[in-house]
């Protein structure tokens, strides 16, 4: 995952990575910045532009959230299935503020992994709303879960807030203290689940202090201006759109304008207008789209455009580079460490690196076979999760070894400090007794056909290995063009695939990564059949 470049605060230099100020409830922090940045000052405007002051997002968590504490119990897993906006942000602080553990939902997985999801979490109560099932068109994945789950619909909490979660909200908007939980920084904050770009997502439990931390890590690694206004549209069920897009801007005193959906690229484009927003948090799939769709200037008041989540691709750099004159900042991340682990800065920006380390944290590399230079990342640090959660084993959370967590991505790091990702340990295919990368045969492709999209992945070969497949959208793409480039820049054709196999599109999650999942299903489907 990845971030970069964030910004918003003080107008002060960069600070020290301050690691008391994680020690509280994340309820607690937001109550802390509205005290800092006052009560009345803008802190979110919301898809339809209407704008939420510190005051009025505290009083409606702690009035929504006392009436959607029944039913439940302190420490219960309470699913929340909202596009990212006011709604999502104030159930999410809302349901934290009682004490129990909001569960992000992503309603893109399908029915079954839903099913998968709420029930390694064991949650039992659904947060989510009428207008948002309609118009995300999930009526049937509702009407499936029906019976089974106690689904509420926020349109139905307003209209009957009781004189009680009215006074509530009062009492706890005047002193917070008097009914809001004051939970251990160390216990769960949030469940999160994995993208599942590889297998079944896991879930990943969180705690206060891993999200407080991983923003302080952010504010002590780039220089901060409370005049940015942070542009966010990645989903809140996606860990950079929840901590770095929702969590941070709001507890450093950042307005936040808030969009639905990623996939919106015309009106994205027009609202980074409209609002003068200065800094875009988006993936490379994402970006390049919103940059082919908007005119020259529209994004003129970006500062930095923050990409995360999949590789930053050259093209993409290229394209922002010369139609806006804006410089992409890369950096990585995992939901497992909160998310954000290392960026680029302005100052310091190498492309081809995702950066440096956050501070507090340490990275151990250990040696891949057939891989040189470069190895296996672990990472250990106060934003680490407090452990995955499994399908096996439903709420019972598995604390990484020693609070080490394997990331699973084979990394260098050289001698300045900057962390250049090499690819997923499950994304490299053994050729002849080769390992070959599949990220660079996407780089060849991307290089080649930068107009197009385009995905790799190995399925058993011959007796020499696994095949390499390229899928992408370029219906004229050949091997022999693909060859030709290679030779022509010093790559072993190794790295060349032996199949080609165009599609109209190439799926991806509703993070924005590629669906390599459903790319190898399509796959093997297409060559069983030729078989």
Request: charged residues 20%; contains cysteine.
């Amino acid at each position: 995952m990845s971030v970069a470049s964030l910004a918003a605060a003080s107008g002060e230099e960069a600070v020290p990575f301050d690691i008391e100020r994680s020690h509280q409830p994340v309820f607690h922090a937001l109550v802390e910045a509205r005290s800092k940045y006052g009560a009345d000052t803008p802190a979110l405007v919301d898809g339809d532009e209407r704008v939420l002051t510190y005051e009025e997002v505290i009083r409606a968590a702690l009035a929504v959230g006392h009436a959607l504490k029944k039913g439940t119990k302190s420490g219960e897993c309470v699913g929340i299935m909202l596009p990212t906006g006011a709604a999502s942000v104030v159930a999410f602080f809302g349901i934290s503020a009682y004490g129990r553990i909001p569960t992000m939902m992503n309603f893109t997985a399908g029915l079954a992994g839903l099913r998968s999801a709420l029930k390694t979490a064991r949650v039992k109560k659904i947060v989510t709303a009428r207008r948002f099932v309609e118009l995300a068109k999930v009526e049937h994945v509702v009407e499936a879960m029906q019976g089974h789950f106690d689904i509420v619909y926020l349109e139905d909490v307003r209209e009957k807030l009781s004189l009680v979660d009215k006074l509530y909200a009062a009492v706890g908007t005047f002193v917070p203290s008097l009914v809001a939980s004051n939970a251990l920084h160390s216990k769960p904050a949030v469940i999160l689940f994995t993208s599942g770009t590889e297998g079944e997502p896991k879930g990943v439990a969180l705690s206060h202090a891993n999200l407080l931390s991983n923003v302080e890590q952010v504010r002590a690694h780039l220089k901060l201006y409370q005049t940015d206004i942070l542009f966010n549209p990645l989903p809140t069920f996606h860990c950079f759109g929840l901590t770095v897009g929702s969590l941070m801007p709001l507890i450093l005193g950042i307005k936040v304008v808030t969009h639905p959906t990623p996939l919106q690229p015309h009106e994205i484009v027009k609202r980074i207008r409209d609002t003068k927003a200065t800094i875009l948090l988006s993936t490379d799939t994402f970006i390049s789209q919103y940059a082919r769709a908007g005119d020259q200037g529209d994004l003129n008041s970006l500062r930095l455009a923050v990409c995360g989540a999949e590789r930053l691709r050259d093209e993409t750099r290229a394209l922002l580079r010369k139609k806006y004159s804006i410089e992409l900042l890369e950096g990585y991340g995992v939901t497992e460490a909160a998310p954000v682990i290392a960026a680029n800065q302005p100052e310091a920006n190498h492309p081809g690196t995702v950066g440096k380390l956050m501070k507090g944290m340490k990275t151990r590399l250990e040696p891949v076979e057939g891989i040189a230079n470069a190895g296996r990342l672990f990472v250990h640090g106060p934003n680490v999760m407090l452990g995955y959660i499994k399908a096996d084993q439903p709420g019972v959370i598995q604390p990484p070894e020693e609070g080490w967590h394997d990331t699973g991505d084979i990394v260098s790091i050289d001698d300045e400090g900057f962390i250049a990702i090499k690819g997923r340990m499950k994304r490299f295919a053994k050729i002849g007794g080769e390992t070959v990368s599949l990220a660079v045969v996407e780089s060849i492709a991307s290089a080649l056909w930068p107009e197009f999209s385009h995905a790799a992945i190995a399925i058993p070969g011959d007796r020499k290995g696994e095949t390499i497949v390229l899928i992408t959208t370029n219906k004229d793409a050949t091997r022999h063009d693909l060859v030709g480039w290679a030779h022509n820049h010093g790559v072993a054709e190794i790295a060349v695939p032996r199949k080609i196999m165009v599609v109209d599109d190439i799926p991806v999650l509703g993070t924005g990564k590629t669906d390599y999942v459903s790319i190898e299903k399509t796959v093997k489907a297409e060559v069983a059949a030729t078989a």
